[in-house]
């Protein structure tokens, strides 16, 4: 039993370290992803490792640094929480109406379309977005088309297929190839219908995983080429998408800064919405970002529709002239903007082996 936990300890103790590298390797980035598995079971082998380390050195040992990772992983996650933050989110004076919005992976190879397309017959949101949407993804939502006369649509079968439908007016909409030229991210100025206008960026990177990129470098130089080009609007912006990252995660702090917005999440909660089938695995992938001006009032995830993806719904409000918000806001230091500049063109440089060819399902 000694021999067991101390192999248990030393292995939670490398996946609590391995993300302190900034190596891109999927190795010290997958680990980043299982924060929250991680402490729940240091706490378990913690537990039970207090009736068993009474002269054992190695354990008693393993456990004080076992305790000290169990501290700062409830540190780092609180903030996503209810415990962390009280929000007042009421509608703001002389805000917008609500607008409200939905973000999907539907997973290219999933067939069950009427689950969606009841999903939005029945939620009827201002606009979504879906990824991994490829061509029959596309016939089968024209069923919703005459709800939403607004939309771009980038239909690929590389599993990276994005289509964005709106009931709001979009006044300027760019499809935009940051890192790779399968790698699409839409950005859309829209108007509401109490003419309040902001910016939507819908983005979808690949993941640093061991069936997929070798490294984060494509999904990291994309998300901050996201944040440079954020920045640089002086209207509402709002980010939503597959991340292919946790919002703990360092290159997120990096993408936060860079953007100067909001990380929806904190002093709300977690919301996971990947694996939709294995619950113990579930990580919130599928983030939402703001800028000031925008009051997030709710943000939540919806049923599965068959998808590897739990849809990630949210609604809010516009308040153009707001300053409350600005402590949240963190900003780049001077080394962090040589860092982001240099991931950038990391990104650009990284050829990716994984879509030479088009997917298939026994490839994802």
């Given at each position: 039993?000694?021999?067991?936990?101390?192999?248990?300890?030393?292995?939670?103790?490398?996946?609590?370290?391995?993300?302190?590298?900034?190596?891109?390797?999927?190795?010290?980035?997958?680990?980043?992803?299982?924060?929250?598995?991680?402490?729940?079971?240091?706490?378990?082998?913690?537990?039970?490792?207090?009736?068993?380390?009474?002269?054992?050195?190695?354990?008693?040992?393993?456990?004080?640094?076992?305790?000290?990772?169990?501290?700062?992983?409830?540190?780092?996650?609180?903030?996503?929480?209810?415990?962390?933050?009280n929000k007042d989110h009421r509608r703001p004076k002389h805000a917008s109406e609500l607008?409200?919005?939905?973000?999907?992976?539907?997973?290219?190879?999933?067939?069950?379309?009427?689950?969606?397309?009841?999903?939005?017959?029945?939620?009827?949101?201002?606009?979504?977005?879906?990824?991994?949407?490829?061509?029959?993804?596309?016939?089968?939502?024209?069923?919703?088309?005459?709800?939403?006369?607004?939309?771009?649509?980038?239909?690929?079968?590389?599993t990276y297929g994005m289509h964005f439908y709106s009931k709001l007016e979009i006044l300027?909409?760019?499809?935009?190839?940051?890192?790779?030229?399968?790698?699409?991210?839409?950005?859309?100025?829209?108007?509401?219908?109490?003419?309040?206008?902001?910016?939507?960026?819908?983005?979808?990177?690949?993941?640093?995983?061991?069936?997929?990129?070798?490294?984060?470098?494509?999904?990291?130089?994309?998300?901050?080429?996201?944040?440079?080009?954020?920045?640089?609007?002086?209207?509402?912006?709002?980010?939503?998408?597959?991340?292919?990252?946790?919002?703990?995660?360092?290159?997120?702090?990096?993408?936060?800064?860079?953007?100067?917005?909001?990380?929806?999440?904190?002093?709300?909660?977690?919301?996971?919405?990947?694996?939709?089938?294995?619950?113990?695995?579930?990580?919130?992938?599928?983030?939402?970002?703001?800028?000031?001006?925008?009051?997030?009032?709710?943000?939540?995830?919806?049923?599965?529709?068959?998808?590897?993806?739990?849809?990630?719904?949210?609604?809010?409000?516009?308040?153009?002239?707001?300053?409350?918000?600005?402590?949240?806001?963190?900003?780049?230091?001077?080394?962090?903007?040589?860092?982001?500049?240099?991931?950038?063109?990391?990104?650009?440089?990284?050829?990716?082996?994984?879509?030479?060819?088009?997917?298939?399902?026994?490839?994802?």
């Open positions: 039993m000694i021999e067991l936990l101390c192999f248990l300890s030393i292995f939670l103790l490398i996946l609590s370290v391995l993300p302190f590298s900034k190596n891109q390797h999927w190795i010290f980035r997958v680990p980043e992803f299982l924060m929250l598995q991680i402490t729940i079971l240091q706490v378990i082998v913690f537990g039970i490792s207090w009736f068993w380390a009474k002269g054992e050195t190695l354990l008693f040992v393993l456990q004080i640094f076992q305790l000290g990772f169990i501290i700062y992983h409830v540190f780092t996650l609180i903030r996503f929480s209810k415990f962390y933050k607008v409200r919005g939905i973000a999907v992976n539907v997973y290219q190879f999933n067939t069950q379309f009427q689950k969606l397309i009841d999903l939005i017959t029945k939620e009827q949101p201002d606009f979504f977005i879906t990824m991994e949407s490829n061509s029959d993804w596309e016939k089968a939502m024209r069923v919703v088309e005459k709800d939403y006369p607004f939309s771009e649509k980038v239909t690929l079968e590389n300027e909409v760019k499809t935009h190839y940051f890192v790779a030229d399968d790698l699409p991210s839409i950005e859309a100025k829209l108007k509401t219908k109490d003419g309040y206008e902001f910016v939507f960026f819908g983005v979808h990177p690949p993941p640093p995983s061991p069936t997929e990129e070798k490294t984060s470098k494509e999904r990291d130089g994309d998300l901050l080429s996201i944040a440079k080009k954020v920045k640089s609007h002086k209207i509402p912006v709002l980010v939503s998408g597959d991340f292919n990252n946790v919002a703990w995660a360092y290159s997120s702090q990096l993408f936060r800064k860079t953007s100067e917005l909001i990380d929806a999440r904190i002093g709300r909660g977690i919301f996971a919405t990947f694996h939709a089938k294995h619950w113990f695995f579930r990580v919130p992938l599928d983030l939402l970002y703001h800028s000031k001006e925008i009051f997030v009032k709710e943000i939540f995830t919806y049923p599965s529709i068959g998808s590897d993806h739990f849809p990630l719904g949210f609604s809010f409000f516009i308040d153009r002239e707001n300053d409350e918000q600005k402590e949240e806001i963190k900003t780049l230091e001077n080394g962090e903007i040589h860092e982001v500049n240099q991931l950038i063109e990391e990104g650009k440089k990284e050829k990716s082996d994984n879509r030479e060819e088009v997917a298939t399902e026994d490839e994802i």
